[in-house]
């Protein structure tokens, strides 16, 4: 089964890996935007699947906005050792 873990899990499993974080970029608002132009674009897919991946789109955003969900980037590199 999937689980959903909130960025402090990652840096904890990098740390525990022994990787040090050198880069951490929340790029959240960066998703919102995205997806916000997908929402506006004409879609290629039609009839049912067109509805779900808007509903899917738009759940998205929903949990994006509220911080729930977010779109994160982490550069680490092996400590010596």
Do not use: H
């Not at 899990?9 to 974080?21: G, P």
């Not at 997806?35 to 759940?59: C, F, H, I, M, Y």
């Amino acid at each position: 089964m999937s689980k959903v873990v909130g960025i402090s899990k990652w840096k904890q499993i990098l740390s525990d890996c022994s990787f040090a974080i050198v880069v951490e970029e929340n790029l959240s608002s960066q998703l919102i935007d995205e997806e916000r132009k997908l929402v506006q674009t004409p879609n290629a897919v039609s009839g049912d699947k067109a509805s779900t991946e808007s509903e899917k789109t738009n759940l998205l955003l929903d949990l994006a906005e509220k911080e729930i969900l977010g779109y994160f980037r982490l550069v680490a590199k092996r400590e010596a050792g």
